[in-house]
């Protein structure tokens, strides 16, 4: 018997994980480049383009940003240092 059927005997709820589904997985490149040039002109960070459109990308497909071409070297570093060490933070904080 699993843990989790132990407790449903003992008149606990069984717990569900409830995943959010990626907003981003729907659109079509070009619908996420239009909204990507949306947000970063009415933000003001228009010169910041690039950078969230390389983010849009990564957002929108996490699990193949190794693949993507639109992405450096030192941008894969990036995200893999993201992926295997989610909680690393600088000491000062």
Do not use: C, I
């Not at 989790?4 to 995943?19: A, K």
């Not at 480049?33 to 957002?59: I, Q």
């Not at 992926?83 to 000062?92: F, G, I, M």
Request: proline residues 6%; charged residues 30%; glycine residues 4%.
């Amino acid at each position: 018997m699993y843990k989790d059927q132990r407790l449903e005997s003992h008149g606990y709820p069984r717990l569900r994980v409830n995943r959010v589904k990626n907003p981003l997985t729907g659109l079509s490149r070009n619908e996420l480049m239009y909204d990507v040039e949306d947000f970063v002109t009415t933000a003001g960070l228009t010169a910041h383009l690039p950078l969230f459109r390389k983010a849009a990308l990564a957002a929108q497909q996490p699990m193949r940003y190794e693949s993507m071409p639109e992405l450096d070297e030192s941008e894969r570093d990036a995200l893999r240092v993201e992926q295997t060490h989610r909680w690393k933070h600088p000491r000062t904080l």
